[in-house]
């Protein structure tokens, strides 16, 4: 057994102990389930040792959000070990202590001014405010990518302090909390990025949210399959109606390009290749498998998976809710297409063959 394998083997574990539940206003989140991961070091993965991470690859890391994806967790690994934690590593920023759960935002109507000389990191003085922020009022301690000085541009990734930030409550379909920080004159830590280093972590925020999707729509598949030859109607199982096998057919169809794209994707983030048209790519096919995917597979569960009962809700509304954040397929539809004829007519198709 690999060491992935044991990651994925233990994360199972711990899952199996928690079983997702519907998300309300007073339990908006699997805090003994955060806890349960971050006490096996979990939470950590795939962050640097010297940062306080708990080491590893980006691969663990992945493994990990799938697996937590596909188990309807209510907490906020994808943001912690695919973007946020990364982000402030490379930034030279502080890595908090992954014990405590970290979000990310992206903020394009916040700026911040140095409230010191700005070389390096330093503290910002920040206005405006963020909205959509994944896991407000959980987490305690956002990395928001806001504007730059306007004499200087570029981007500010600063790390947010929560607790001391008035926030609006707010909430995505499933019932996950996408809140606002209002961040006038709070001042953080924080440091300039180039526009290539934005865009690679806006990137990472939609690939994050791909590897969530992708993972989310195997389990969907699976629990299709399982109950279409479980059930039985006229005499036989779903399962043997053609209509049906059609239907099954399809969904795996789209399952396992999102699949392939969302791992080629994750694979040019490993290499250090430019990871921008592959997330992007792989964010607008993973929302556009979400369709079709989760409309069969409400279909052929019928009138019992629209029931709130029934476990198919946890992902499915997790799937139209994951679709629309870190940018939706029109806006990275956009990207990849300015990207493909960024190089002119005859490099099309060797750029395109390299992002997908």
Known sequence: MS???LVVETVRDI????????LT?????DGALWTALAEAGLTGVGLPEEAGGSGGELADAVAVVATLAAGAAAVPVAEQLLVAGPALVTAGLDLPDPAEPL???????VTAEPSDDGDGPG???LQGVSADVAWSGVARRVAVLVQGPPRIGGSVLVLVDA?????APGTNLAGEPTGSL????????GALLTEAQAAVLRARFALARAVQISAALQQVLAWTVQYAGEREQFGRPLGRFQAIQMELAEMAGEVTAVAAIVDAAVQALGRGDDVVLAAAAAKVRAGAAVEVVARLAHQVHGAIGFTQEHKLHHLTRRLWSWRDEAGSELHWSRVLGAGLLAAGPDALWPTLTRVV
Request: proline residues 10%; charged residues 20%.
């Open 3 to 5: 060491d992935q394998d």
């Open 15 to 22: 899952l199996a102990a928690h079983e997702p539940f519907v």
């Open 25 to 29: 206003p007073s339990r908006p989140w």
């Open 103 to 109: 979000s990310f935002a992206i903020a394009d109507g």
């Open 123 to 125: 503290a910002f003085v």
């Open 163 to 167: 607790a001391r930030v008035a926030a």
């Open 182 to 189: 209002d961040l006038d004159g709070v001042s953080a830590p």
